[in-house]
Each structure stands twice: as structure tokens, then as C-alpha cells.
């Protein structure tokens, strides 16, 4: 990936420097016009940090933060709101592990139905070649594939339209994304899919309306033809019961100990060294991009990662399966592996596969933003709204 033409260098300079440039845009500009998909290279209404937050190489906290020194906290309401969607759901899923289990389980199923029915995969296809004859849906298809982004706005319509247009599982939709979005998320992304399906709010899905993609394009797709008319929720099991968030062994070494710092896709950062005191003897990188899907994730987004955890820790060492961590641990004499708290996803299933067969201990930290925040998903957004400004006042004062 070429740091210099790519909307989305892979270091953690250029996600600073692109806070610092929106924080001071997050304000009317941001409320009035987020909604508009003005296409690749022209999304200057929203912040495109996603895939810097994905990885953690900034935090919500560390978003909210530039954005509140700059203006009044009334006035970046609703891009704070939106920052904090991406905490609630992920603190929905961490307490409800079980509806992405189900998601692997389906995916499974499907990926066999695809192999097996060709009218099945004839359609599946078309859909991930952005050749199925609507316009925007198929442009979308592209974009995605060729930038690794897709707007907020495209993502809804682009979802609503594979569901309800295309009558294709919303499962595939899901991993399509999953292994092309250099943001893609295990509890942003199937979630946001269930609501589009109908299934996370039950009853209210959302339709793609070709009056509503007109507008909210600048008129790039006029006149689009052949959309569904009606969205009737997808059936699906009622969620699980909430659960509360794992357990986490904390760090309890010897002074003496070769310490092993085990990053992944899901946190770069460093914050917890600090709180731990400890100088790791050796620092690995986990991808599990692979893992999170049956077929072949994009290699722009492994290229992503990789090179942002080479930026972020010069002298890392890339492991690109979790068969990886045995071997670097032997390599590097280590005692004890410490890594950043693996929510629900590819890199917790790694750790957990790999604690079954290597007795290394492993201790995780979770950051305390993610211990607070989490829990207080306990049923809709506009429930977990109400903590925010304690939130705010706790974690970006
Ligand atoms: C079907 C579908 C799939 C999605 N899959 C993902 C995914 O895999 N990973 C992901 O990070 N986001 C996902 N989103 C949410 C949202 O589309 C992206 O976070 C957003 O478009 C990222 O662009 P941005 O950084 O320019 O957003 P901005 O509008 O600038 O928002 C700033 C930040 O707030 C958070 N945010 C904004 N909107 C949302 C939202 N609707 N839900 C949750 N967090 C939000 C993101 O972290 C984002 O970077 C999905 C949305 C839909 C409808």
C-alpha cells in the first residue's frame, strides 16, 4: 500500500493528523451533511477515522477529547453520539457473545449453500462483483472493494438493498463486508446488519428508497429502478440473556519474568504498559483476518494492519496465525504473555484455541474505558445515551 496515494495511510501520524483537521468540522457542519455519500475521495463530511478506531490506535475517548477542545460539547452532539454507537455495540455484543457465535454458525451453513447451489452463487456473486444492474448498489460493491470504506449512508442502503432487493442472506452481506472494510468489526458490523434485517430493533428494518439515494448522493444516482417496495423483518431467535463481561486475568509475573507483548487486530495501543509496569522482553502482532471468514478476507486490509502495527511497534514481530504464538513464544524464551483484552471476534477465538494447547500464561488487560463503558449496554441506544456525559466527564475531561 502506497502511504502517499491511499486515503487511509497505514500509521498513526496520519490518524492524528486527520482528528486534529475534522475535530474542528464536527460541529454544524457534521449534523447537517454526515448523511451525504458524496463517493471515494470526496467523504469530507464525516471524520473516515474508522479504521484508526478499529485498531485503537485512538480511542473514543481520545476523539471526544480534540473534538471538545475545540467547541462547545451542544454543538458536536451528534458526532459524539455517533462515537459512542460504536462503544454501545460493541459492550452489546461483549454481553451477548452467543449472537455471533450463531452469525459463524450461519456463515458455515451458507458457505457450504454457496459451494452447493449455483443459483445461489450465481446471485452471491453478482452481488460481490457489483454486477447485478442497480446502478448504485453495484458502484457501491466496487468502492468498497477498491478503497476498503464505504459511508455510513452506503453501508444502510447497500445492506437494505442485498436484504430486501437482492433477497440474499444477510450473512453474506455481513462477511462481503467483514473481509473488504478496512473497519471491519465483529460487533459493529453484524449488528449494524441485524438492525438493518430487522432482527436488533425487532420489527424495524430499514428500506433503501431511490428518492432518499438521490438526495443523499448529490444527485450522483437519479431515477434508480427496481427497488424493493416493502421490508418485512427477517425472522431470528430473540437475543440472549445479557451476560456480564469476561473475566480477565490480570498480570501477576515476576520481576524476573520475560514478559511477551501479544497485540492484535483489536487494540494496538500502549496505555496499559503503563499500568502494568512491565518492559516486554519481545512484541508480536496476531492477525486473524483470515479466521474471521470462511473465504478470503481482502489483502488491502491485511496489508492495512500490518503495516499500522509495524508503525505503531517498529520492531514487531507479524504472527499470522495463532499457530504463530507457540513458536515465537519458544523463539523468545518467554514466561509470560500479557495482550490487550480480545472482545468478541477472530483474535478472542485465537487466544482461547491457543490457551487450550499452550500453558504460557496469558494475561489480559481491558482498558478501563471499555470496563465502564460496556456494561451499560444493557438494551437500546437511547438507554446507554444517558451515561454519556458522565462518560465524557470520566474519560475525556
Ligand atoms: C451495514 C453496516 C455495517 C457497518 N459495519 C461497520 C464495521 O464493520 N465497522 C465500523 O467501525 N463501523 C461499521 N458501521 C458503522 C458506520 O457505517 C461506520 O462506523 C462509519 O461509516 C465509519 O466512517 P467514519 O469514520 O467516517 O464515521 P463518522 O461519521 O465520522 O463517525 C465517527 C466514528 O463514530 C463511529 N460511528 C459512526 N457511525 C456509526 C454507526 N452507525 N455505528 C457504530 N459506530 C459508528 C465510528 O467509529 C466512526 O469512525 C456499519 C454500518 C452499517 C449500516
Not at 460541529?27 to 471515494?40: C, E, M, P, Q, V
Not at 424495524?204 to 444516482?221: E, M, P, S, V, W
Not at 503503563?274 to 502482532?285: H, L, M, N, Y
Not at 513464544?329 to 495482550?339: K, N, P, R, S, T
Request: charged residues 20%; aromatic residues 10%.
Amino acid at each position: 500500500m502506497n502511504d502517499t496515494s491511499s486515503p487511509f495511510p497505514p500509521n498513526a501520524a496520519a490518524a492524528h493528523a486527520r482528528l486534529a483537521e475534522f475535530a474542528l468540522h464536527a460541529g454544524a457542519d457534521y449534523a447537517k451533511k454526515r448523511n451525504f455519500d458524496l463517493g471515494a475521495g470526496a467523504h469530507r463530511h464525516v471524520s473516515t477515522l474508522s479504521p484508526y478506531l478499529r485498531m485503537k490506535v485512538l480511542d473514543e475517548a481520545d476523539v471526544c477529547r480534540a473534538v471538545l477542545s475545540r467547541m462547545d460539547p451542544r454543538d458536536a452532539d451528534k458526532f459524539i453520539a455517533e462515537v459512542w454507537w460504536r462503544t454501545y455495540w460493541k459492550g452489546w455484543m461483549e454481553q451477548r457473545p452467543a449472537v455471533w457465535a450463531a452469525y459463524r454458525d450461519d456463515l458455515t451453513r451458507l458457505h457450504n449453500e454457496v459451494q452447493t447451489q449455483s443459483g445461489l452463487r450465481a446471485r452471491w456473486e453478482a452481488a460481490c462483483l457489483g454486477q447485478t444492474g442497480i446502478k448504485p448498489f453495484d458502484h457501491w460493491a466496487q468502492e468498497l472493494v477498491q478503497t476498503g470504506y464505504l459511508h455510513n449512508h452506503a453501508r444502510m442502503w447497500f445492506a437494505s438493498i442485498w436484504i430486501f432487493t437482492l433477497e440474499l442472506p444477510w450473512q453474506l452481506g455481513a462477511d462481503f463486508f467483514l473481509r473488504h472494510l478496512l473497519d471491519g468489526d465483529a460487533a459493529v458490523n453484524t449488528l449494524s446488519w441485524r438492525w438493518v434485517a430487522g432482527i436488533q430493533t425487532r420489527g424495524k428494518t430499514y428500506l433503501a428508497d431511490a428518492g432518499n439515494i438521490a438526495k443523499f448522493t448529490d444527485g450522483r444516482f437519479v431515477g434508480t429502478q427496481g427497488l424493493a417496495q416493502n421490508a418485512a423483518p427477517v425472522s431470528a431467535p430473540p437475543p440472549p440473556e445479557r451476560q456480564p463481561l469476561p473475566e480477565i486475568t490480570p498480570y501477576a509475573g515476576a520481576p524476573a519474568d520475560r514478559v511477551g507483548l501479544l497485540l492484535h487486530s483489536d487494540d494496538l495501543g500502549a496505555p496499559f504498559l503503563e499500568r502494568i509496569g512491565v518492559t516486554p522482553a519481545s512484541v508480536a502482532f496476531l492477525d486473524c483476518t483470515a479466521a474471521q471468514s470462511p473465504w478470503q478476507s481482502a489483502p488491502m486490509v491485511v496489508e492495512f494492519r500490518t503495516a499500522l502495527a509495524r508503525d505503531v511497534w517498529p520492531h514487531v514481530q507479524i504472527l499470522d496465525t495463532e499457530d504463530g504464538i507457540h513458536s515465537w513464544v519458544e523463539e523468545q524464551g518467554l514466561d509470560h504473555i500479557v495482550a490487550p483484552h480480545a472482545p468478541v471476534g477472530s483474535a478472542r477465538s485465537a487466544l482461547r484455541r491457543h490457551r487450550k494447547t499452550d500453558k504460557t500464561p496469558v494475561s489480559e488487560v481491558r482498558r478501563e474505558i471499555d470496563s465502564a463503558a460496556w456494561p451499560l449496554a444493557t438494551a437500546g441506544f437511547f438507554k446507554f445515551r444517558k451515561h454519556i456525559p458522565d462518560l465524557l466527564d470520566r474519560f475525556a475531561g
